[in-house]
C-alpha cells in the first residue's frame, strides 16, 4: 500500500508537471510581413515566429499561430481569441491605451519605395502624391499626418508594391526590412533617400496579463544572452 501511494503520488507530480509545461499560448500574426511573418508552403514562418517559438520554449510553453488581418489583431487580443500579437507592432501611445507592450524586440523605420530616378529626399515631398501604405502600420499613420497625400491602403506590402510598379501610385511607405526584401525583386523600384525616423516593435499583451508580460520580458533577456536572438538576426537580417 505504502510503494503504491508513493507510485500515485509520483504519478500525480509527473501529470502535474505535463500540465505546467504543455500550456499552449496562442500567438496572432499576420503573415503578411516578410522577414518577420509570412508564410512558405503553407506555414507561417519568419523572424518573428522563430523569435516568439525561442521565447515560449524558455517558457516551458507550446505556441500555435493564429494568422488575421493586421487591424483585427488587437481586437483579437481584447476578446481573448490569441494570447500575444508579434506582428512587427510599433508600441504607440494609441496602442498603449488598449494593451501592454513588452520591452522593444527590433528597431526599424519607415521608408518610401519609388520608381528610380525619381528619388524623394523628404516625407513632406509625398504632399500631392498617390501612396500605398499598408491598413494600420506605421506608414499608414506618417502619410496621414502630411497634407495633401492621396493614400491609397493595402491589406499586404506586396499588394502595394504591385501598384506602384503598375503606376497606380506614385510611392510607397513601408518598414525598412520588407522594403529591402520587395525591392530586391523588382529591378526598377528603389528606397528613397529620404530620412525617419526609428521606431521599435514590441510584443503586445493584455493589459491585465502582467505575469505573461513579466515572463515575455524575462525570455527575451535570455535569448538575447544565449545567443539565439543574434543567430536569427544573422539569419533574417544579413
Not at 524558455?58 to 476578446?79: S, T, Y
Amino acid at each position: 500500500m505504502k510503494i503504491m501511494k508513493y507510485v500515485g503520488i509520483g504519478m500525480g507530480m509527473m501529470l502535474l508537471s505535463m500540465v505546467a509545461f504543455g500550456k499552449t499560448l496562442y500567438v496572432g500574426t499576420n503573415a503578411e510581413f516578410a522577414p518577420f511573418e509570412y508564410l512558405e508552403k503553407g506555414k507561417v514562418t519568419g523572424f518573428d515566429m522563430e523569435l516568439m517559438n525561442a521565447l515560449a520554449k524558455e517558457m516551458k510553453m507550446d505556441v500555435k499561430i493564429e494568422n488575421m488581418a493586421f487591424d483585427g489583431l488587437l481586437p483579437a487580443l481584447q476578446m481573448k481569441k490569441v494570447d500575444v500579437v508579434i506582428a512587427g507592432m510599433t508600441e504607440t501611445p494609441e496602442r498603449k491605451k488598449a494593451v501592454s507592450f513588452t520591452k522593444p524586440y527590433f528597431k526599424a523605420k519607415q521608408v518610401i519605395i519609388t520608381k528610380k530616378g525619381k528619388d524623394i529626399k523628404d516625407f513632406k515631398e509625398l504632399s500631392g502624391k498617390k501612396v500605398g501604405v499598408m491598413l494600420g502600420f506605421t506608414g499608414d499613420a506618417v502619410v496621414s499626418d502630411i497634407k495633401g497625400v492621396k493614400v491609397q491602403r493595402f491589406d499586404a506590402t506586396y499588394s502595394a508594391v504591385m501598384a506602384l510598379e503598375k503606376g497606380k501610385v506614385d510611392a510607397v511607405v513601408a518598414d525598412s526590412e520588407p522594403a529591402k526584401k520587395y525591392i530586391a525583386s523588382y529591378k526598377d523600384l528603389a528606397i528613397a533617400s529620404a530620412k525617419a525616423e526609428e521606431e521599435d516593435y514590441a510584443i503586445a499583451v493584455r493589459k491585465n496579463d502582467k505575469a505573461l508580460l513579466d515572463n515575455l520580458n524575462k525570455a527575451l533577456v535570455k535569448v538575447k544572452s544565449n545567443g539565439t536572438y543574434d543567430a536569427l538576426l544573422k539569419k533574417y537580417f544579413k
